[in-house]
């Protein structure tokens, strides 16, 4: 149903309770299109979680040293639990885990156009960090105060982990920038190739930005899509700066009047390519994916079955006291 067609009086109550700041719960009525622009949201933003771990994931085996390779598996592995919180979070409003994996293994459900590049170098993880988690937090800084409360709360820990995967892709970064001639001209290449992407994982600018008004009067979303790439720019700057790096954009400039750094076109033909599953790895995500799903299958038979076998003797042990 649309939600302008649901009770005018329900609507206008839902409005003012989440105008004056108060969370909607699992059980809380909500418009059908509350519920909907949030299932497609955080399931966008698990399935990012989840495919997320595959650009790094290429790096576990090949980082440089013991210690990276211990820091590197463990950030991974916190992408994973990110995920399975926000699935948590989605489930809360009556779809299945199986519904959104299904969603996403047909290319129906969307993840966030970034995973969509390849890491090609060990300066990738470093630039990952820095700028891909450097743009996830001002997003999800953002997403605590979201009104639906099974989301903030997942966001409020999200957040807590995802500054220290900025941290280390920085400090990796550090050192590569501050290392020799050929380490420095890696971290420069892998900047060149992450800077704009990362510019796109905020999204289409306001203006066609499908969802972000209406999202944003119900509080799901608090600003707009153009306000945190700006906030990431402003932000991102005087970091690259300090590593000695070259923002690749002629245009990028200091705007005196306006407080803000003032940045090129962003190039949106291949933002749209991207998410319409043609950029440079959509296919080879997707197949890991589903392979890693498949050859999952007899985890989850098993977890079912344990499950089962526990039900039964809690049952049969009841019977028999
Ligand atoms: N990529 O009306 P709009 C991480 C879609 S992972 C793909 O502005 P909305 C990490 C959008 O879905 C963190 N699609 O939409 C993990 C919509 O399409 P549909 C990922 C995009 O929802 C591992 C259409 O374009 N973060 O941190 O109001 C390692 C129109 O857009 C993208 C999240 O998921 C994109 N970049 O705003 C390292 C944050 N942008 O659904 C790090 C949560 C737009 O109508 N999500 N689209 O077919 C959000 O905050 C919002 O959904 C967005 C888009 C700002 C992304």
């Known amino acids: ?91 809360t409003m009556g779809v299945t885990r199986d519904q959104l994996i299904d969603e ?14 390849p890491t090609i170098s060990w300066a990738d993880i470093g630039a990952i960090g820095w700028l891909v988690d450097g743009a ?5 800084v953002s997403l605590q105060r979201t009104s639906y409360g099974p989301y903030s709360r997942a966001m409020i820990r999200i957040c807590k982990e995802e500054s220290f995967h900025q941290r280390q892709g920085y400090e990796i970064m550090i050192a590569l920038a501050k290392g020799t001639p050929e380490q420095k001209r890696m971290a420069q290449d892998a900047f060149n190739r992450w800077w704009w992407p990362s510019l796109m994982m905020f999204g289409p600018s306001d203006a066609n930005s499908e969802h972000s008004a209406q999202n944003i009067r119900w509080k799901i979303k608090r600003h707009g899509n153009d306000e945190l790439r700006q906030k990431f720019v402003d932000m991102t700057v005087p970091q690259a700066e300090y590593l000695g790096l070259t923002i690749p954009d002629p245009d ?70």
């Open 252 to 321: 990028l400039r200091w705007n005196e009047e306006r407080g803000h750094y003032d940045f090129g076109d962003i190039n949106w033909d291949e933002f749209n390519q991207v998410i319409r599953g043609n950029g440079p790895c959509n296919k080879q995500r997707l197949e890991a994916r589903k392979k890693a799903h498949e050859d999952g299958a007899w985890v989850r038979d098993a977890a079912v079955a344990y499950a089962r076998k526990q039900q039964e003797k809690s049952r049969t042990g009841e019977a028999a006291a």
């Open 1 to 91: 149903m649309d939600y302008r067609m649901e009770n005018q009086e329900l609507l206008d109550k839902f409005q003012a309770y989440v105008d004056a700041e108060n969370k909607v719960e699992a059980k809380d009525w909500m418009p059908d299109g509350y519920r909907k622009t949030l299932i497609r949201q955080i399931a966008q933003h698990a399935h990012s979680e989840v495919v997320g771990m595959l650009p790094e994931g290429n790096w576990i085996t090949r980082a440089p040293s013991l210690r990276r390779k211990a820091i590197l598996l463990a950030k991974v592995q916190d992408e994973a639990g990110h995920g399975l919180y926000l699935y948590s979070a989605v489930e």
């Open 136 to 140: 996830a937090i001002v997003n999800q």
């Open 104 to 117: 996403l293994h047909t290319g129906k459900a969307k993840y966030s156009s970034i995973f969509n590049y």
